[in-house]
Structures are given as structure tokens and as C-alpha cells.
T-cell receptor
């Protein structure tokens, strides 16, 4: 079974520039998450999709961050304009959780490491 | 809201046993997960406790006490490859039980 694919793995940009990250979840996984992980910290949820609908974007800085999941499969996360504090690893995860009795396992991609200069 | 606490660092020697604790505050608690993350790598799932008690998977075990809002990950027969960061994550009732909030992580260093 192929895992969660993300690209690019690394990106360096100047502040105020824009950047986009792409994620392809595991086939059949309805739920997709974008997490931001700052060095030395735990992953912080930015946005959660159920199929192609947004379930939770309460922690997404909507003045600069946007995300979409077309056709309920691939997803893109965009930052425009970037700030220095956006330097982090952006992790995409997917799950096929069908009920509370399931294990609740998230499958993560390798992440996209963003450096903003 | 939710909050989780873990020790920031733990050091142990090869072959030893180490316990990483996690305390949490949340409403509508469903369960506690544990993830391992090597430097530069993806978090990988280790275990999940939906009910009180101990879950064992090979050298790793995880424990949950819902009444104490507390859990731990127990790593036995430590190996050098176990050096990594370990995160607990609370699963709560928000977003149809698919909301996961991660703790700050515990960095484990295994010495020879």
C-alpha cells in the first residue's frame, strides 16, 4: 500500500513570497489533515477535510493560508505572503477512521520543510 | 480546549526500560495515541488506548487511566534505534471523533 505522498520535500523562500504544498493521501482515506510542526514542538492542526469538505479550519491563519481538496483526493496548502514565523515542516496525514471504536491511526507523509528568509 | 503535558527529554541506556508520561485536559475524550518520530522523518503510529488499562505491542506498551487523565508509553529492551521523539495525542469528540491534538513531545536519547 502506497503511503501519503507530499511535495516538495524542501522549500526556501523570501518573506512575502508565496509557496504551495501538495499532498496525495492513501487511496480510500476520506479524512485528510494538514499539520504545522515547528522545530522542537508537536504537530499543530491547521485544517481537516472530510472528503472534499472542510471539517475544521479554526487554527488556519486565513489571511495568508489557504487549502483545498478537489474531488476528495489530493490537497494543496498555500501560503501567501509568507512570514518568518511560517518556517516549519508541513505534515499531511490521512485516515480511514469509520467510528469511535477504531484505533484512530493517522498516516503521515514525510512532510514539506519550509524555510522563510 | 485541550492541553497535554509530556517531559521534554528522557535519557536511558541500551537494554533499559523507560516510561514516558502524558497528562491531558480535554472535554469529550475518546482515546490516547502515541507516535514516534525520528529526526527528519514522519510521525509513525505506535499504539492507541480507548479504554483504561495496558496495551502491549512487542517491546512497546501503552497505558491509560481515564479517571486520572493520564497515560504513559513504556519502552522495554531499549535499542539505539529507539532514539527519537515520542508524542502523545488526544482524540476527542470534535469533528466526529476524528480530532487529534498532539502533545509537545518527549525526546528520547538511548546511550550505548
Amino acid at each position: 500500500e502506497a503511503g501519503v505522498a507530499q511535495s516538495p520535500r524542501y522549500k526556501i523562500i523570501e518573506k512575502r513570497q508565496s509557496v504551495a504544498f501538495w499532498c496525495n493521501p492513501i487511496s480510500g482515506h476520506a479524512t485528510l489533515y494538514w499539520y504545522q510542526q515547528i522545530l522542537g514542538q508537536g504537530p499543530k492542526l491547521l485544517i481537516q477535510f472530510q472528503n472534499n469538505g472542510v471539517v475544521d479550519d479554526s487554527q488556519l491563519p486565513k489571511d495568508r493560508f489557504s487549502a483545498e481538496r478537489l474531488k476528495g483526493v489530493d490537497s494543496t496548502l498555500k501560503i501567501q505572503p509568507a512570514k518568518l514565523e511560517d518556517s516549519a515542516v508541513y505534515l499531511c496525514a490521512s485516515s480511514h477512521i469509520t467510528g469511535v471504536s477504531t484505533t484512530g491511526e493517522l498516516f503521515f507523509g514525510e512532510g514539506s520543510r519550509l524555510t522563510v528568509l | 480546549g485541550q492541553s497535554l503535558e509530556q517531559p521534554s527529554e528522557v535519557t536511558a541506556v541500551e537494554g533499559a526500560i523507560v516510561q514516558i508520561n502524558c497528562t491531558y485536559q480535554t472535554s469529550g475524550f475518546y482515546g490516547l495515541s502515541w507516535y514516534q518520530q525520528h529526526d527528519g522523518g514522519a510521525p509513525t503510529f505506535l499504539s492507541y488506548n480507548g479504554l483504561d488499562g495496558l496495551e502491549e505491542t512487542g517491546r512497546f506498551s501503552s497505558f491509560l487511566s481515564r479517571s486520572d487523565s493520564y497515560g504513559y508509553l513504556l519502552l522495554q529492551e531499549l535499542q539505539m534505534k529507539d532514539s527519537a521523539s515520542y508524542f502523545c495525542a488526544v482524540r476527542d469528540q470534535e469533528n466526529y471523533g476524528q480530532n487529534f491534538v498532539f502533545g509537545p513531545g518527549t525526546r528520547l536519547s538511548v546511550l550505548p
